[in-house]
């Protein structure tokens, strides 16, 4: 059974060879190539280590000689795509994180003069500055400002330590939805869990957890997206779903960069419970 090198983003590359593994496969997938030369002078390698590389990603499974052509196998091509993808996503996110800002705004967590070094942190989602210096990520006030106001910060230094946020799914069951008792079990469910970001998903959800639920903002359009956007600032978010929805819910999470779910389920209806209202 052929063998897949497990995509690790770029750190697969580090491996010995892997390079040119993956350009070599590339060529075989988009040329027409039936002799090593031809993907010797493509890569500016010898014809001599294009065979080598050859035999390599023969061995295990990743390309083959058929019908005097080489072309890489099933496998090979699932790796190729699996290596440039992952390496793609891995890529992005680096170059996220190397976004230069010079200058941003943030609200302030209580007094701070001009001119005076603060240091940077994100709170609920939101880029706050207090006065001092730290560690981590820091600038210079370009004008005074009072708790909760906003204040330009100049001259950046450092990197903004951010926690993942986690997402919790309240899953509601669809012989539940006329209980008379879900209204108050669904409220005590949200207030067990932290503040951050309340969704439902699908009209159903949202019907149940607005009649449960009066003091709480609640985001009924785009929940996926609304997630993706806060949880990489560290806010939690709570979804509300009905179990029948919980598989679309979770096709539309899934991605190269799915937040932590946790699961909390509420029990089925019991036999001989009053569903009417």
């Not at 035999?55 to 990743?62: I, K, N, P, T, V």
């Not at 302030?108 to 207090?130: F, K, Y």
């Not at 309240?170 to 970001?197: F, K, M, N, Q």
């Amino acid at each position: 059974m052929a063998r897949r090198p497990a995509p690790g983003g770029l750190a697969e590359f580090r491996r010995s060879g892997a390079v040119t593994e993956l350009l070599f496969l590339y060529e075989c997938t988009t040329r027409d190539i039936g002799q090593l030369r031809a993907v010797a002078d493509a890569m500016g390698l010898t014809v001599q280590a294009a065979s080598h590389t050859y035999r390599s990603l023969a061995r295990r499974g990743l390309v083959e000689l058929r019908n005097g052509r080489y072309r890489p196998t099933v496998a090979g091509v699932a790796w190729m795509h699996s290596a440039l993808g992952a390496a793609e996503d891995d890529l992005k996110e680096r170059l996220e994180r190397l976004h230069i800002v010079r200058t941003t705004y943030a609200v302030a967590q209580g007094p701070i003069a001009e001119g005076s070094t603060v240091q940077l942190s994100v709170v609920d989602g939101s880029l706050a500055a207090r006065g001092g210096a730290s560690a981590g990520s820091r600038g210079i006030a370009r004008h005074r400002a009072g708790a909760g106001e906003l204040v330009e910060v100049t001259d950046l230094e450092g990197i903004v330590p951010l926690r993942r946020g986690t997402v919790r799914v309240i899953v509601i069951p669809s012989d539940r939805l006329r209980d008379a008792t879900l209204g108050a079990e669904l409220a005590r469910c949200v207030r067990a869990v932290p503040p951050g970001l309340l969704a439902a998903h699908g009209p159903v959800a949202f019907h149940a957890l607005s009649r449960a639920v009066h003091d709480r903002a609640i985001v009924r359009f785009g929940v996926a997206g609304a997630v993706a956007e806060a949880t990489p600032l560290g806010v939690d978010c709570t979804v509300v779903a009905v179990d029948r929805d919980l598989p679309r819910l979770l096709t539309q999470l899934e991605g190269p960069r799915t937040p932590p779910l946790e699961f909390v389920s509420l029990p089925r209806a019991r036999r001989g419970r009053a569903r009417r209202r």
